[in-house]
């Protein structure tokens, strides 16, 4: 029986946050959310309404970081997140709202 491989240290995933989710704090609460949870990464609006997130850290706390998208910030309306695990070419650092 060939050893099993070990869980993954790091997780970077792309995420797009739809509904109500611009002009709300969705950015300023996701930054105080994400650096909360110790990852690295951004955040921003995307012309189309939606907000668009790269996230990088331990699985556990990007899973969170998931879960929170799609409750987000009270003024919020989350009507869906959809996301995508992604190769981390290059380590991030920080993490900041991008305009």
């Not at 970077?12 to 690295?40: D, N, P």
């Not at 799609?70 to 869906?80: C, E, L, N, R």
């Amino acid at each position: 029986m060939a050893p099993t491989d070990p869980a993954p240290s790091r997780r970077r995933v792309h995420v797009v946050v739809s509904g109500s989710v611009q002009g709300v704090g969705f950015r300023f609460a996701t930054e105080r959310q994400a650096r909360k949870l110790g990852l690295s990464g951004w955040v921003r609006n995307l012309p189309d309404g939606n907000v668009e997130i790269l996230a990088e850290g331990k699985p556990e706390d990007v899973q969170s970081l998931l879960d929170w998208c799609h409750v987000g910030p009270p003024a919020a309306q989350v009507t869906s997140v959809r996301h995508r695990d992604v190769p981390a070419d290059q380590p991030l650092t920080g993490f900041g709202i991008r305009y």
